[in-house]
């Protein structure tokens, strides 16, 4: 069955950078759009940024500039670099993939097929 992985979380003082990875199994990991998308305590869940199949992206405008979205389709693995992290960015993210060799740039939970159990970043003033 699918399964999503994702790892690299962790405490981090304000200023400071975090990378989190997504290991994708039991799907053809190149054809899916995949996405990233973050929960901060007591608030609903947020996109955060996508790329699609074939290396296109897009971000939050809360995270442009400061987070980059990137894949490796050889080992099966999304990325997202985080830098210049703020309190605010206190979130459990979540890796999620959209099947279908799908082009459009996707911002929205329900378009997304599959999704992890995600990984805690906490960011420290």
């Known amino acids: 069955q699918v399964q999503l992985v994702e790892s690299g979380g962790g405490l981090v003082q304000a200023g400071g950078s975090l990378r989190l990875s997504c290991a994708a199994s039991g799907l053809t990991f190149s054809s899916y759009a995949m996405g990233w998308f973050r929960q901060a305590p007591g608030k609903q869940q947020e996109f955060v940024a996508t790329?699609?199949?074939?290396?296109?992206?897009y971000s939050a405008d809360s995270v442009k500039g400061r987070f980059t979205i990137s894949r490796d389709n050889a080992k099966n693995t999304l990325y997202l670099q985080l830098n210049s992290l703020k309190p605010e960015d206190t979130a459990i993210y979540y890796c999620a993939a959209a099947g279908g060799y799908n082009s459009r740039l996707l911002t929205r939970r329900n378009e997304y097929d599959y999704w992890g159990k995600g990984t805690l970043v906490t960011v420290s003033s």
């Open positions: 790329i699609t199949w074939s290396g296109s992206t």
